[in-house]
């Protein structure tokens, strides 16, 4: 089964910028669907972005509308990790971030910002903005 594991979390002043990294040490499958979330004590986990990269190296990306025009979704799927850029930092993006992969099963829903819809998770790495 897939491992996931995030780093690049930290504390950082409103306005400010952070890359998360997350990457797949178990088993790597040839595709899957891919997203980031985020949550916040006592409540649940909000999608951020999710991507897919086509076999012909088309890639789509959706964003929740908190993330539009701030964070950028990418992924390297030789290395077998992906990334958020996050921009323009404010403190209700203070939040523990996960990334999420859902291999086919048959097919998987590349767009689904919605946590039922992804079954191997990391163990998340905190984000704090400091105002």
């Known amino acids: 089964q897939a491992k996931l594991v995030e780093s690049g979390g930290g504390s950082v002043q409103t306005g400010g910028s952070l890359n998360l990294t997350c990457i797949n040490v178990?088993?790597?499958?040839?595709?899957?669907?891919m997203a980031w979330f985020r949550q916040i004590p006592g409540k649940g986990r909000e999608g951020v972005a999710a991507i897919t990269t086509s076999a012909g190296g088309i890639v789509n990306t959706e964003y929740a509308d908190s993330a539009k025009g701030r964070f950028t979704v990418s992924q390297d799927k030789r290395e077998n990790r992906a990334y958020l850029q996050l921009r323009r930092l404010k403190s209700d993006d203070s939040a523990m971030y996960y990334c999420a992969i859902q291999p086919p099963r048959p097919t998987c829903e590349w767009w689904s910002l919605t946590p039922g819809d992804y079954e191997y998770w990391g163990q998340g790495t905190q984000v704090t903005v400091l105002s």
């Open positions: 178990g088993t790597i499958y040839s595709s899957y669907c």
